[in-house]
């Protein structure tokens, strides 16, 4: 059921999502299928590449490139998924601002606020229904209300 809500991205924010996926690298570590130190290394990476993009752009330039990488990522490639959230999250820290950016955008705790406002948002991006959209819209809910 976490991982179907995981998938669907309805009820669990991104810092949920990233929470699991530690716990279940955690788990995959000690039977040996997954490197922790390679998913640090991975998501430092990611983060770097993310501020450096987002030194060259604004807000709205790190929504749209970070959208195309997390819709690039099946939706079953979590860690694909984890690093396209990070690299959006350290992209919008390090770019100009945009006025207005983060106005109407609800905490990821209003959970109904939430799924309406992630919709609105992938239609207006032209993704409608797409839960890899509505996914990555939870990264901007973490950094406006960070």
Not at 20 to 42: K, M, N, V
Not at 89 to 111: H, K, L, R
């Amino acid at each position: 059921m976490v991982i179907r809500a995981w998938q669907k991205g309805t009820c669990l924010g991104m810092t949920s999502r990233l929470a699991l996926a530690a716990f279940l690298s955690t788990s995959l570590a000690c039977s040996g299928i997954f490197d922790p130190e390679a998913f640090r290394e991975q998501g430092e990476a990611a983060m770097a590449e993310g501020r450096a993009h987002g030194a060259t752009t604004d807000q709205e330039g790190c929504v749209r490139d970070g959208l195309t990488r997390q819709l690039a990522c099946g939706e079953l490639e979590v860690m694909c998924q984890a690093m396209a959230a990070l690299w959006g999250q350290a992209c919008m820290e390090s770019a100009a601002p945009v006025e207005g950016f983060c106005a109407g955008v609800p905490p990821t705790s209003e959970i109904m606020a939430s799924s309406q406002w992630r919709i609105e948002q992938c239609d207006a991006q032209g993704h409608s229904g797409n839960t890899q959209c509505a996914q990555f819209f939870s990264a901007v809910q973490e950094h406006c209300h960070d």
